[in-house]
């Protein structure tokens, strides 16, 4: 069983990536999904979340308005799209899903964690 992110990469500030993050092994339709960061030197962070069916999703304050998590369970994947990027972004960022169907942003809830992609916004 494995969560695989990936999309990462480096973008100017402004920009826009999107993150995916596909499950093989078995399927996760009926887990709440999230995403996590870790910067340099920090600790993990909530970033975005959302319920098994693609509703509620719920974000960080920091990435409101600028990041729209969804998901496909058809493809078993979820999706981080991160638009007006700042350098404060640039972190590994990590799926998860939850022990249960709603998203969470305590990551005390998430089971299953992927290996992590790479975003570096430069200035």
């Known amino acids: 069983v494995q969560l695989q992110a990936s999309g990462g990469g480096l973008v100017q500030a402004g920009g826009s990536l999107r993150l995916s993050c596909a499950a093989s092994?078995?399927?996760?339709?009926?887990?709440?999904m999230g995403w996590f960061r870790q910067a340099p030197g920090k600790e993990r962070e909530f970033v975005a979340t959302i319920n098994w069916n693609g509703g509620n999703p719920y974000y960080a304050p920091s990435v409101k308005g600028r990041f729209t998590i969804s998901r496909d369970n058809a493809k078993n994947t979820v999706y981080l799209q991160m638009h007006s990027l700042k350098t404060e972004d640039t972190a590994v960022y990590y799926c998860?899903?939850?022990?249960?169907?709603?998203?969470?942003?305590?990551?005390?809830?998430?089971?299953?964690w992927g290996q992590g992609t790479l975003v570096t916004v430069s200035s």
């Open positions: 092994g078995r399927t996760f339709s009926n887990n709440g």
């Open positions: 998860a899903a939850s022990r249960y169907a709603s998203g969470s942003s305590q990551a005390e809830r998430y089971a299953k």
